[in-house]
């Protein structure tokens, strides 16, 4: 796939959801690609901007809880979920959560429906319009703000009740970076579920051919990691490096937080890719690809080349950690970094991934629903999710509880991320109802000044002087 067919791809995918919307069709009509599948207990089947720490549910007593306060009758509910989108660990561990909630509630039934993760918030506003929407779905944390601004997320303050704060302080405490990522002016709409922090995986074995020693080359600049990936280019003919924060933009907001610049204002009402600190990556990030040090594959391209052993480094969220640690097994070392710095500046990380959210008004489908949610944040399913699927363990205590992921064998694939925890930032979204459209200008600018040489103080002061127009 060229880069260029991937756009023209992107840019349908976003057409057709949105005439979907206008038609009040369900997302099944074509807004978003969906596969209905079933998990069975016999079958694997305007907002204020976050803040970096979690506020308490409330400071007065706790609501009484509006849901049912028991299931005693069979329920089904419907959750939307995009990791069963995707082929491989991720949907089959996702399967197997289901099928484990179910064992252990045999009066819930889940029925999913699988959304690609760029199309859930497309799909879930069709939903909206014919009144079809799931009773649980997996948002993008990436796209909190757009959701909560444009969505009925139920507030779980005033769902559950005291269930809330006893659920989160459960088996290893969520942390607090994790909590408040889906908290808005005290009010929490849905729960962190699944995400990561950029994570640098490498194989050291293609740097070990190139005369590195992984046990002492450092990486923690990324001057140091573009000169380790030339080597290996050099002296192996493979790909050295890819960033995969070309085709979304949360970790390229990471990348120019990290060199002091933003996307846009902390408060979400600017666009600011364009200033100096901004600019100083991009040109950064051009001289990688101009001297070879940076592939031009795609995301997709690139990460199959690291799974087959053709590329040195590749900057990714550690979803991609099940698939690379099976790829690897007796072929080649796998081995993972945090976030590089460029020079002396302290990164400074990001999420990708997302949060559980609750669109139910029936009290017995809210409490199905927050059963539901409370499994799959609950320790033993992060379990899972950490081991199987590769994001953060939010209950970052299970890390040295040998009951947990103490005395998991891959523990120091995942350590590097859970380091970048605490010093983690909110990804944003972008503001107003021309949200998608603003991403878009950002991706196709930085796709432009990358791969297609042009210049990068023109090209994103005049694709940010687009954007501010469509947020006035």
């Not at 929490?188 to 002492?216: E, H, I, R, W």
Request: hydrophobic residues 40%; contains cysteine.
């Amino acid at each position: 796939m060229t880069r260029k067919t991937w756009r023209r791809r992107g840019l349908l995918a976003v057409t057709v959801a949105l005439t979907c919307i206008a038609a009040a069709c369900g997302s099944d009509d074509g807004g978003t690609t969906t596969v209905a599948t079933t998990a069975t207990a016999t079958s694997a089947a305007t907002a204020a901007s976050p803040s970096t720490t979690a506020t308490p549910s409330t400071t007065k007593a706790p609501k009484k809880a509006t849901m049912a306060p028991a299931i005693t009758e069979p329920v089904t509910v419907r959750f939307e979920n995009y990791n069963l989108f995707s082929a491989g660990n991720l949907r089959d561990a996702t399967l197997k959560l289901l099928k484990n909630f179910e064992a252990a509630n045999p009066l819930i039934k889940v029925e999913t429906t699988a959304t690609r993760d760029q199309e859930m918030f497309q799909s879930l506003q069709a939903q909206l319009v014919a009144n079809k929407l799931p009773d649980v779905a997996q948002v993008l944390l990436r796209e909190w703000d757009q959701n909560i601004e444009n969505l009925p997320l139920q507030v779980l303050e005033d769902l559950a009740g005291a269930d809330l704060d006893t659920h989160l302080a459960a088996v290893h405490a969520y942390h607090p970076k994790a909590r408040a990522l889906t908290v808005r002016d005290g009010k929490t709409q849905g729960l962190s579920y699944v995400f990561s922090t950029p994570t640098l995986f490498y194989n050291a074995t293609l740097m070990k051919q190139a005369g590195l020693d992984p046990a002492t080359t450092s990486l923690k600049t990324w001057d140091e990691v573009a000169a380790a990936a030339a080597k290996v280019h050099a002296a192996t003919g493979v790909d050295g490096l890819y960033i995969a924060c070309i085709e979304l933009d949360w970790c390229t907001q990471g990348l120019l937080l990290s060199n002091g610049g933003r996307v846009m204002s902390p408060d979400r009402k600017d666009i600011t890719w364009a200033g100096s600190e901004s600019l100083e990556v991009y040109g950064f990030w051009q001289n990688l690809v101009k001297t070879g040090a940076h592939s031009k594959l795609t995301g997709t391209q690139a990460q199959d080349a690291f799974a087959n052993g053709k590329l040195g480094f590749f900057l990714q969220t550690s979803a991609v950690q099940g698939r690379m640690v099976t790829s690897s097994k007796d072929k080649w070392e796998l081995r993972s970094t945090g976030m590089p710095s460029f020079g002396t500046k302290t990164p400074v990380p990001v999420n990708s991934g997302a949060g559980l959210g609750i669109f139910s008004k029936d009290p017995v489908k809210q409490r199905a629903a927050w059963e539901l949610v409370k499994y799959l944040t609950s320790a033993e399913a992060m379990q899972v999710i950490v081991t199987e699927m590769g994001y953060l363990p939010l209950r970052v205590g299970m890390m040295d509880d040998p009951k947990f992921l103490a005395n998991w064998d891959r523990r120091d694939l995942i350590l590097p991320n859970v380091k970048q925890l605490d010093a983690l930032q909110p990804s944003l979204s972008f503001p107003g109802p021309n949200a998608l459209q603003i991403r878009d200008l950002f991706l196709k600018s930085l796709e432009k000044v990358l791969f297609n040489g042009a210049d990068p103080i023109a090209t994103f002061t005049e694709s940010q002087d687009r954007a501010k127009k469509l947020i006035r």
